[in-house]
């Protein structure tokens, strides 16, 4: 009889236990999903105004003055006319403003970056000579294809400081560059 007493008090004890724990459980699940949407939100607005910043402030297309300048680059000193070539032209927040693949009919190529606004930029290339348009190297990572930056800037064990290539656009211009083959 004694075991009958105790057992619906102690079957009580452990369903309120039982309920106890999963509505904490419960709880915890109702604040960690509010968190995770005040979160979700809070990151969507701050994107948004990031997008919104950045179109006002990057988009723009012209120079402060409304004009835009044509460069025209030949790169020349290729060892052969394999592959192609791949080029970026840089601005100086270091951010990719065009890029592109040439083809190499002769051991020089010519091309010309048009619209460019007034402002400062860089140039770097290399010769894909087998097209797989990755920078090729030896086992030491001693490129076994050529390269080069804007102003022929060279680099001590690896690409030369940023500054030392930048160049400025304020009328259309014309450089010339020679490429580099370290093998």
Known sequence: DMANTYTPLYIQQVFAVRYVSNQARITKLRIAVNLQKKTTMKNIIILAIGLILSSSLFGQTES?????YNLKVEIEGFRNTNGNVLVQVITEKKEVLKSFILDLKEKKCTFTVDNLPKGKYAIR???????????DTNFMGI?????????????????PDFEKQLFSVEMDKKIALKISYLL
């Open 64 to 68: 402060c003055d409304g004009n835009t």
């Open 125 to 135: 290339y290399f010769h894909d000579e087998n097209k797989n348009q990755d920078m």
């Open 143 to 159: 490129p076994t294809e050529g390269y080069g930056f804007s102003n022929n800037a060279k680099g001590f064990f690896g690409p």
